[in-house]
């Protein structure tokens, strides 16, 4: 309908209407652009070579939207550009064009606002580029991972890490990814607890180095305890699955909140 009216205010011009739709579009974005985008799709996924992929979240402020074929398929389109262009960052990514649309990928998600009556934004770009990467999307499109190794590891064992980087939400790949004022942080939580659990002063700095490694175990990908067997860690299934010198380089975890 929004088209049969643009089209009689065009008096049938296919081009005038089409900028009449991008107008509305635009007005709407102005109009919402306070509204809270708690909803949207998160797609990930890899090249045929599976040593490239792309993590895309497009948000939206109802599930209504996100839910709908295709919004979903709108997402999916941006992640192939992404995948076939590789953008620097994501200003980068949002100026690309879209297939056989001759605009960039940010007036058309303006289009859509004007197609949609919602507020839609590109809220996060991620890729990774390793001899081997997986993609794992969790089924409703709220929560995708990313994750990149330094060899093949098998599709099996990549999904299981994919996997348990969805369901473990860590921080960090590793120690040395961690902010620093988080590690001290929880030095200083861990000192605090001791004096409070009665322990001498001077014990207090050894027992919260000993919980901040506990702690490494709970927030780095590589150190948490594999979830399909607690008696080995994630890096250590890497290696039994790929090699020695297996590892895995680089992750990233999206998530609806």
Known sequence: ????????????????AIEILRKKGQKIAAKRGDNAIGEGVILAKTN???????????NC???FVAKNDAFVSFVDSIADVALSDSPADLEALKALTLPGSGISIAEEITNQMGRLGERLELSRFEQVSE??????IHPGNRLSTLVGFNSCVGDEAARDVAMQAAAMAPIA????CLKQSDIDTEIEIGRDLAIQ??????????????????????VTLVNQVFIKDSKKSVAAYVKEA???DCEVIAFHRVALS
């Open 197 to 218: 659990e009665g322990k001498p002063a001077e014990m207090a700095d050894k027992i919260a180095q000993g919980r901040l490694k506990k702690w490494y175990k709970e």
């Open 131 to 136: 001899p081997c990467v997986v993609a794992y």
């Open 173 to 176: 790949l590793n120690e040395s």
């Open 61 to 63: 402020e109802t599930d």
């Open 1 to 16: 309908m929004d088209c049969k009216r643009a089209l009689q205010e065009a008096e049938g011009n296919v081009d005038t």
């Open 242 to 244: 790929g090699g020695n």
């Open 48 to 58: 045929a070579e599976k040593n490239c992929g792309v993590l895309i979240a497009l």
